[in-house]
């Protein structure tokens, strides 16, 4: 990490819930002002509470089917779906704990963050139609971004995936975090603006480096 002291990335195998709340937390917050998540939870007094519960199943699809990195004491994730298990399925999601949700979260912000994600997934299946790693996510809590433990979270993983010579698809609708990807390979594969909004879409590919 330059300029940074380096922190050990740890491979997370189970969150103990009170981890698994802090750490969603922490995605919540880095989250809260994306422009996706503000359109897709206007009310400022329920986005928090509703991202939490959010990413919470994304980091238990993620625990189960793919990997999860995070530092020892939290101050970022990223959750990694491997080749096998790059595109979600729903039964996937069921088994991963999906059926909670609708308990959790309001069934006007299910809906139309499903709609979104239609229009997302065809175009993660256009443009990556062949065995690669899917970015699922990555966040680190606002108090400690710019200190480098996002460069990190991606550098590690990019450099062992390299040795297994695949190609890692993501997305992002910040442009800002486009710069970042592309200092780190990945290059614009599409800028598009999805369908009844005005938030633009970024898919974006790295091939590996030999």
Known sequence: MVGHVMVEIRKILYFPIDKLKSISSVLSKAFNQDPLFCYLIPDTNQRLKTLNHYFQHVIKYGLRYG??????????????LP???SSHTRWKAIKAGALILPVKVK???LT??????KFTDHL??????????YLSIIGVGPNHQGKGFGEQLLSTTINRIDLESKPIYLETNK???VEIFKRFGFRILQKVIIPGTEIFHWSL???PIK
Do not use: C, D, M, T
Request: charged letters at 25%.
């Open 205 to 207: 590919l790295r091939n």
């Open 175 to 177: 442009e800002k975090n």
């Open 67 to 80: 990997e999860v990195y995070s530092f020892p004491n939290l101050e970022g994730i990223s959750v990694w």
């Open 124 to 133: 993660h299946k256009k443009f990556a139609p062949y065995p690669h790693w």
């Open 83 to 85: 080749p096998k298990s």
């Open 112 to 117: 139309l963050q499903n709609k979104i994600y």
């Open 107 to 109: 069934w006007k912000y």
